[in-house]
């Protein structure tokens, strides 16, 4: 089955600067990739999401990028703020089949003021 | 809020005792997923619901656990006979499209 995994476990940067986590995946059937973030005591929260047939992706100050052929993929957040506190979660799913995710171990993503 | 809501948010139980969740999830979402959370960890699969059919069920899933979405609209999740080890967040979400799934904010079970 498929397997995630997700580096590093826990990223410290200052306020302003960039955060970038990276994940691989073993099932190259898979053809999703969302990213959640979730804060204490609260459910995930779908923050962005690639499929296979792009590259990248990005959202203001969020952005993910895909390697089908290395099988990996990467969430990238500029000019962090402490806003972007949280653990952060990257997953993967064959949209063709039950759809569901697997996900990796987390970041604990931490901004210095 | 239109979002997904689960209740209830916090569950203490004794062991041995028999527990249900419910989920609502957000309208017109006919695809409902249930995933366990133990801490530090990611979300793991249980099930997925479309409409009320229960389409799969992962290996996680004990015989203790029972799964249902009558009519296509809420789940519940049941868990009978609790051990320790089923304590956990439970997590539900729910998605329209095969693609962004939505999650909500969870209950968590501990078993004493």
């Known amino acids: 089955g498929e397997n995630v995994e997700q580096h590093p476990s826990t990223l410290s940067v200052q306020e302003g600067d960039s955060a970038v986590i990276k994940c691989t995946y073993s099932?190259?059937?898979?053809?999703?990739f969302p990213w959640y973030k979730q804060e204490l005591g609260k459910g995930p929260q779908l923050i962005i999401d690639?499929?296979?047939?792009?590259g990248e992706k990005k959202d203001q100050r969020i952005a993910v990028t895909l390697n089908k052929t290395a099988k990996h993929f990467s969430l990238h957040i500029t000019e962090t703020q402490p806003e972007d506190s949280a653990v952060y979660f990257c997953?993967?799913?064959?949209?063709?089949?039950?759809?569901?995710?697997?996900f990796g171990q987390g970041t604990r993503l931490t901004i210095n003021p | 809020d239109t979002g997904v809501s689960q209740n209830p948010r916090h569950k203490i139980t004794k062991r041995g005792q028999n527990v249900t969740f419910r989920c609502d999830p957000i309208?017109?979402?006919?695809?409902l997923y249930w995933y366990r959370q133990t801490l530090g960890q990611g979300p793991e699969f249980l099930t997925y619901?479309?409409?009320?059919?229960?389409?799969?069920k992962s290996r996680l899933l004990s015989d203790r656990f029972s799964a249902e979405r009558p009519k296509g609209s809420f789940s519940t999740l049941e868990i009978q006979r609790t051990e320790q080890g089923d304590s956990a967040m439970y997590l539900c979400a729910s998605s329209l499209t095969v693609y962004e799934q939505y999650f909500g904010p969870g209950t968590r079970l501990t078993v004493t």
């Open positions: 619901f479309q409409n009320e059919a229960q389409l799969e």
């Open positions: 690639i499929r296979s047939n792009v």
């Open positions: 997953a993967a799913s064959r949209s063709q089949a039950a759809q569901k995710l697997v």
């Open positions: 099932d190259s059937a898979s053809n999703y």
């Open positions: 309208s017109e979402h006919n695809r």
